[in-house]
């Protein structure tokens, strides 16, 4: 089946802890994105990437950092969480930038108290 | 002025009636315009996309582009409670591979 996943879904941690949270697609498509969605503000692109090794900053990329070492993952890390990055994170995937169709996985809530 | 306009709503429309949603941008260059629907605690899944004027129909949907006013809308037709979740409108500028979301219309379909 074709998808995108997410872990973990849900993440409570505090401030100044290191995290990471996984993506994965599997169907092969080279450009990934990272969203977060707060109330009133829609969804946020944090950062893309258009292949491998090749990421690039969206419209929010502050306090976060992104690898793509591999076609398939696309890891966002948080080094030092701060309260104000609470909020649903969404990876999403598309075959090219032309097209966008975007694929999105089932998001991770996360808080930091 | 933001990128991406909607109407927040909540929209309310009958059952079987057709509900329309609108959404304006401000960037000349945009391209490409989607249509999202998320169901409430769930991912955003595409509806529809267009690319150039006019109408787009699949099944009981209808995406409207006009470039040249910097609109997009989605009709639905014989609207039905399973419609009722937020709409995203997103649109995209190739030229800084941009691709912006606005905030979402809340569409509730009353049976």
């Known amino acids: 089946e074709a998808q995108v996943t997410q872990n973990p879904r849900y993440l409570i941690t505090v401030t100044g802890k290191k995290l990471t949270v996984t993506c994965s697609q599997n169907?092969?498509?080279?450009?990934m994105s990272w969203y977060r969605q707060d109330p009133g503000l829609g969804l946020r692109q944090i950062y893309y990437?258009?292949?491998?090794?090749?990421?690039d900053k969206g419209d929010v990329p502050e306090g976060y950092k992104v690898s793509r070492k591999e076609k398939r993952n696309f890891p966002l890390i948080l080094e030092s969480p701060s309260p104000n990055q609470t909020s649903l994170y969404f990876c999403?995937?598309?075959?090219?930038?032309?097209?966008?169709?975007?694929?999105f996985g089932p998001g991770t809530r996360l808080t930091v108290l | 002025q933001k990128e991406v306009e909607q109407n927040s709503g909540p929209l309310s429309v009958p059952e079987g009636a057709i509900a329309s949603l609108n959404c304006t941008y401000s960037?000349?260059?945009?391209?490409?315009f989607f249509w999202y629907r998320q169901y409430s605690g769930k991912s955003p899944e595409l509806i529809m996309s267009?690319?150039?004027?006019g109408d787009k129909e699949d099944g009981r949907f209808t995406a409207q582009l006009n470039k040249a006013s910097q609109y997009v809308s989605l009709l639905i037709r014989d609207s039905q409670p399973s419609d009722s979740a937020t709409y995203l409108c997103?649109?995209?500028?190739?030229?800084?591979?941009?691709?912006?979301f606005g905030t979402g219309t809340r569409l509730t379909i009353i049976p």
């Open positions: 999403a995937s598309s075959r090219d930038r032309v097209t966008d169709t975007q694929y």
């Open positions: 169907m092969n498509h080279e450009y």
């Open positions: 990437s258009m292949n491998v090794e090749v990421t």
């Open positions: 960037d000349r260059g945009s391209q490409s």
């Open positions: 267009i690319y150039s004027n």
């Open positions: 997103a649109v995209k500028n190739f030229g800084n591979e941009k691709l912006t």
